[in-house]
T-cell receptor, first 113, second 114 residues
């Protein structure tokens, strides 16, 4: 499974934008980039996913580098409820691992009031 | 209904007990998954079911036995567990294994083996 690299932790101030980076230099052409977050004492929650183009939804935006070797999850205005561990995951579209989500260590985001 | 429901939320069991974890979804998803998560670690994939058939067993010990009786239900049968099996057990579902859309996770069952 292709690996991702994320900072262990990041801090943000409430109501400011947050940019969470992810490196995935070994990504294959058919891997989708998925982001999930896990709040304390809860299961992971889907945030956003994309293949090549930037994506927006009600929760966040996903910016994907042109060479697809990195991506950035953007929370436009952080709130205290956004404090969580954010996971960047490559989801294979072919082969024996097709469709599997294999979690890396993630980034623990802290939001200060 | 857009949820994955896991029961029980908490379970304490002895090493000689047999217990089962239950997971249910009514979104019409045809792929279902079991994950294990130790404290302060990421979730680890255990089993993958696709159209009610076991597709992947990630070398999980036989004291964990999954079962998918129908397309909405996924069970994890537990027998002769060890204290190191204490963890949060998460169930998830997705449209199917080929879909590029996201998973929906349950809130998990927190298992303590004594």
């Amino acid at each position: 499974d292709a690996k991702t690299t994320q900072p262990n932790s990041m801090e943000s101030n409430e109501e400011e934008p947050v940019h969470l980076p992810c490196n995935h230099s070994t990504i294959s052409g058919t891997d989708y980039i998925h982001w999930y977050r896990q709040l304390p004492s809860q299961g992971p929650e889907y945030v956003i996913h994309g293949l090549t183009s930037n994506v927006n939804n009600r929760m966040a935006s996903l910016a994907i580098a042109e060479d697809r070797k990195s991506s950035t999850l953007i929370l436009h205005r952080a709130t205290l409820r956004d404090a969580a561990v954010y996971y960047c995951i490559l989801r294979a579209n072919y082969g024996g691992s097709q469709g599997n989500l294999i979690f890396g260590k993630g980034t623990k985001l802290s939001v200060k009031p | 209904d857009t949820e994955v429901t896991q029961t029980p939320k908490h379970l304490v069991m002895g090493m000689t007990n047999k217990k089962s974890l239950k997971c249910e979804q009514h979104m019409g998803h045809r792929a279902m998954y079991w994950y294990k998560q130790k404290a302060k670690k990421p979730p680890e994939l255990m089993f993958v079911y696709s159209y009610e058939k076991l597709s992947i067993n990630e070398s999980v010990p036989s004291r964990f036995s999954p079962e998918c009786p129908n397309s909405s239900l996924l069970n994890l049968h537990l027998h002769a567990l060890q204290p190191e099996d204490s963890a949060l057990y998460l169930c998830a579902s997705s449209q199917d294994r080929q879909s590029t859309y996201g998973y929906t996770f349950g809130s998990g069952t927190r298992l303590t083996v004594v």
